[in-house]
């Protein structure tokens, strides 16, 4: 009910989530909670997939809401990184409708960019800079960047090595992409269903005309494998690696990386003032590792 106190507690140590309602300590005002009908940013009635409790603007290619939303996360550090593309550049792209989705960001000329607010000659040279860094990131972080509904680092990769181009994995069936390791037939479905909207096509042909990775264009180094499937958190700070470059060595070598400790984790990799996360490990005799010895295993 809408101003009820609750008790919350970080779901995965991380996400805080609710747990039980103060009953005793409801106020007199409250309200249920009315479920909106339509998406409150461009008005198109609210769809409820039947096996979830979320509701979703079905209008994906023109819900201003979501078209910044997917360019945020394909100029994410971890996906594209394109540095100094953040909100208030995106929100102005979109409101004057400068780009639709993210293949527009290659469209962008220095003198449209010097006519937005808050930006000069330097910052559209810096964005631009950015944009043209952006096209040397490799393919599975173009597929992550993508913004396939539950395609996250780990599922790119996997992606990437079964289907080395985007066009191999566009023609790929939900039953061939089940085959793959981690993809059930929930996220095969939302891999078909992304690459067989009828925008598809053109969506590539940008992306294929900025000169984006769209397909494995040189071989990696080979490492070792031994994180293969091992289960992996890491907690405190570490010297030698931000966290993002430590999970990108673990994914290499055949592990994941999750954000809670539990029996199934296989390795902690505590940095310094670890926290919580190091007690739990502790407790339930997971493997604890230093940043040295991690150093090591890579």
């Given at each position: 009910?809408?101003?009820?106190?609750?008790?919350?507690?970080?779901?995965g140590?991380?996400?805080?989530?609710?747990?039980?309602v103060?009953?005793?300590?409801?106020?007199?005002?409250?309200e249920?909670?009315?479920?909106?009908?339509?998406?409150p940013?461009?008005?198109?009635?609210?769809?409820?997939?039947?096996?979830?409790?979320?509701y979703?603007?079905?209008?994906?290619?023109?819900?201003?809401?979501?078209?910044?939303?997917?360019?945020?996360?394909?100029?994410?550090?971890?996906?594209?990184?394109?540095?100094?593309?953040g909100?208030?550049?995106?929100?102005?792209?979109?409101?004057?409708?400068?780009?639709?989705?993210?293949?527009?960001?290659?469209?962008l000329?220095e003198?449209?960019?010097?006519?937005?607010?808050?930006?000069?000659?330097?910052?559209?040279?810096?964005?631009?800079?950015?944009?043209?860094?952006?096209?040397?990131?490799?393919?599975?972080?173009?597929?992550?960047?993508?913004?396939?509904?539950?395609?996250?680092?780990?599922?790119?990769?996997?992606?990437?090595?079964?289907?080395?181009?985007?066009?191999?994995?566009?023609?790929?069936?939900?039953?061939?992409?089940?085959?793959?390791?981690?993809?059930?037939?929930?996220?095969?479905?939302?891999?078909s269903?992304?690459f067989?909207?009828?925008?598809?096509?053109?969506?590539?042909e940008?992306?294929?005309?900025?000169?984006l990775?769209?397909?494995?264009?040189?071989?990696?180094?080979?490492?070792?494998?031994?994180?293969?499937?091992l289960?992996?958190?890491?907690?405190?700070?570490?010297?030698?690696?931000?966290?993002?470059?430590?999970?990108?060595?673990?994914?290499?070598?055949?592990?994941?990386?999750?954000?809670?400790?539990?029996?199934?984790?296989?390795?902690?990799?505590?940095?310094?003032?670890?926290?919580?996360?190091?007690?739990?490990?502790?407790?339930?005799?997971?493997?604890?590792?230093?940043?040295?010895?991690?150093?090591?295993?890579l």
């Amino acid at each position: 009910m809408l101003h009820d106190r609750v008790i919350i507690e970080k779901s995965g140590e991380v996400i805080p989530k609710v747990i039980s309602v103060v009953l005793h300590e409801r106020p007199p005002d409250t309200e249920a909670i009315r479920v909106p009908s339509r998406c409150p940013e461009c008005g198109t009635p609210l769809a409820k997939p039947e096996s979830e409790v979320s509701y979703y603007c079905p209008n994906e290619e023109e819900c201003p809401a979501q078209i910044r939303g997917r360019i945020l996360h394909f100029a994410s550090r971890d996906a594209m990184d394109i540095k100094t593309l953040g909100k208030a550049l995106v929100d102005q792209f979109v409101e004057l409708k400068m780009v639709k989705d993210v293949g527009d960001l290659y469209l962008l000329q220095e003198a449209q960019l010097e006519r937005l607010e808050r930006m000069g000659r330097k910052s559209a040279q810096n964005l631009l800079s950015a944009l043209e860094e952006s096209r040397k990131k490799s393919y599975e972080r173009l597929l992550y960047a993508l913004g396939i509904r539950h395609v996250g680092r780990a599922t790119a990769r996997e992606l990437a090595c079964a289907y080395p181009s985007l066009s191999e994995l566009r023609q790929a069936s939900k039953e061939e992409l089940s085959t793959v390791p981690d993809i059930g037939p929930v996220v095969a479905r939302s891999i078909s269903d992304f690459f067989s909207k009828s925008s598809a096509q053109e969506f590539i042909e940008k992306l294929e005309t900025a000169g984006l990775p769209l397909r494995v264009t040189e071989q990696k180094e080979q490492v070792n494998r031994n994180f293969e499937g091992l289960t992996v958190l890491f907690t405190g700070g570490l010297d030698r690696y931000d966290r993002s470059q430590a999970s990108e060595l673990v994914l290499e070598r055949g592990g994941r990386v999750v954000g809670s400790v539990s029996k199934k984790t296989g390795l902690v990799v505590a940095g310094h003032d670890p926290g919580s996360k190091l007690d739990k490990a502790l407790k339930l005799g997971v493997r604890v590792v230093s940043e040295d010895e991690f150093e090591a295993m890579l």
